[in-house]
């Protein structure tokens, strides 16, 4: 049992890095009645979380190099704390984003990379492989146990105890700390600043741009922010198109830079040749995939369960509950697995079955929940993601030394949390796309008077924003429109969200069958054999 308390206090961190992520979907809707705020506005908080992380993770992981990577495990375990702390005390959403979505995003820029580097320091061999794999288990759990522990939370005390609970873990973490061994030397190296600021902005221009796209439109310019009453549109193409523009060329700066450095002679923030290793890229980029996948999908559910169907945290955290349970079995599962088959085979699998639940679960998708396809489909959906997080984790790892494995570990973080972010901003665009287009054509499409269309048209203008569908004909009646006009009003909004939940959703299938590519580098040989066992 002694050997394993290092995986113990680094898998409670981990946990509660990837709680974060889940645990306040399906508190969405209390969250937007407490703080005065939106749907979108709580989209933004949780993009920019998993933002801050994927944008600043070079930097963490380096930071880690740079001062030892258990003290920077810790001081990454004391920031996140305070960030918990000033979330849990919000009295707005500013302050909810700053403590959320900024300095708890900052603390896991350091404890994130210093967990996968301080495992392949405390164990070696086998050890190493299981201890990667509980990691992985550890995440699948946190992204299983988000909407239960959230839902309960939420309904039965108040989703401010959720973030009270993390400083707490937190707080036993880094005084347990000193358990951990840190066999690495901290190193003497010089932190490029335009390479962190390279990387940063270029991060957070694609993904903002991306966020935006709902309300600015792709490359049409549709709701353009105005500067003192003047569009800002250059030359007619929508701001979303340029931002993604510009983040793509200071991606490409900064790859170029890190070369020119390692050409020079000077560390870079990171060795961009390593992405020439066939296992370690094909890996990350399942990783990614997977992460946008499981973001996309924990953002889209509680939206349809709460939002349409009326569901409040716990039942909605209920209705979460196959996957939960699923997700934890198979990656348990995929671990013994890994005895038998290969890493590919197992990922390929899981990639096959998520593409199949995604299918399922948009079937279940009416006014009316068909309960059963539904369960079946979160069943599958968490089976795929159990598969998969047992797998990555080891597979990116052990793709290098020991020596780079900092390094990876920061590179793993920015997959994981650049896919969340994406994810995140990508299928919610879809989503609020889709609803402004499916009400605006409901809306022409209706009984309702020419009057009250030209009415509802211009109060919704500038988009759409997600509601209870429930409360959409108070809404309507305190706008002035009749009783049956409000009840008319009512079922064309529903039937626009189930629309724009559909779309939503074979997006989301599109992804899971296009990540299939970037599994065929994942090393097809079972750990442990020699290449003449696995010959026929």
């Known amino acids: 049992m002694k050997k394993w308390l290092v995986v113990i206090i680094l898998g409670s961190a981990q946990f509660v890095m990837v709680l974060d992520g889940t645990v306040m979907n399906v508190s969405i809707s209390t969250v937007v009645a407490d703080l005065d705020t939106t749907v979108a506005a709580m989209q933004a908080a949780i993009t920019f979380y998993t933002l801050t992380m994927a944008s600043m993770m070079l930097l963490g992981a380096k930071l880690g190099d740079v001062w030892g990577r258990r003290r920077a495990f810790v001081i990454g375990s004391i920031v996140y704390a305070i960030g918990s702390l000033t979330t849990a005390l919000s009295p707005n959403v500013q302050t909810l984003f700053l403590g959320w979505s900024i300095i708890e995003g900052l603390g896991a820029v350091l404890v994130i990379p210093a967990i996968a580097a301080l495992i392949a320091d405390n164990y070696t061999g086998r050890d190493r492989i299981t201890a990667y794999a509980v990691i992985g288990a550890v995440s699948g759990a946190a992204v299983a146990a988000g909407p239960l522990i959230g839902g309960f939370i939420t309904t039965y005390l108040n989703w401010r105890y959720v973030f009270v609970g993390e400083v707490v873990i937190m707080a036993v973490v880094v005084l347990c700390a000193r358990m951990v061994t840190d066999s690495t030397p901290p190193q003497k190296v010089r932190i490029d600043v335009p390479s962190v600021l390279l990387s940063a902005f270029g991060l957070v221009f694609v993904v903002f741009g991306m966020l935006q796209s709902k309300t600015w439109g792709w490359i049409t310019p549709l709701h353009s922010p105005e500067i003192g009453g003047v569009e800002i549109a250059p030359l007619g193409i929508s701001l979303t198109a340029w931002l993604i523009l510009v983040g793509a060329v200071l991606l490409y700066v900064f790859v170029r830079r890190q070369k020119a450095l390692v050409a020079a ?16 890229r094909s890996g990350l980029s399942v990783l990614g995939a997977q992460y946008a996948i499981t973001a996309g999908l924990f953002f889209m559910v509680p939206v349809y369960l709460q939002m349409t169907l009326g569901l409040d945290a716990l039942q909605t955290g209920i209705k979460i509950f196959p996957l939960s349970v699923s997700l934890i079995l198979f990656s348990i599962i995929g671990t013994r697995l890994s005895a038998i088959w290969s890493p590919r085979r197992i990922v390929q699998w899981g990639q096959f079955v998520l593409v199949a639940s995604a299918v399922v679960l948009l079937a ?31 597979v990116n790892m052990s793709s290098v030394s ?46 309702l008077p020419e009057d009250v269309k030209g009415s509802v048209a211009e109060l919704t203008a500038g988009g759409v924003d997600i509601v209870p569908a429930s409360s959409v004909a108070g809404i309507a009646e305190d706008a002035g429109l009749s009783a049956a006009d409000a009840a008319t009003l009512t079922t064309v909004y529903a039937e626009s969200q189930i629309s724009s939940l559909r779309t939503a959703f074979f997006a989301l299938i599109a992804i899971a069958a296009f990540a299939l590519v970037f599994s065929r580098g994942i090393p097809a040989e079972i750990a442990g054999r020699t290449k003449e066992e696995h010959a026929p």
């Open 265 to 280: 002679g000077r560390p870079p923030l990171v060795h961009v040749e390593m992405f020439r290793i066939t296992q370690l």
């Open 364 to 394: 279940s998708v009416d006014i009316e929940l068909k309960s059963w396809i539904f369960a079946i489909g979160m069943f599958c959906a968490g089976a795929a993601l159990g598969l998969l997080a047992s797998q990555l984790g080891n």
């Open 402 to 447: 020991g020596k780079e494995s900092s390094e990876v570990g920061g590179l793993q973080g920015v997959f994981q949390n650049l896919g969340s972010s994406l994810g995140t901003a990508l299928i919610g665009s879809v989503l609020i796309g889709a609803l402004a287009t499916s009400f605006a054509g409901g809306v022409a499409a209706s009984t």
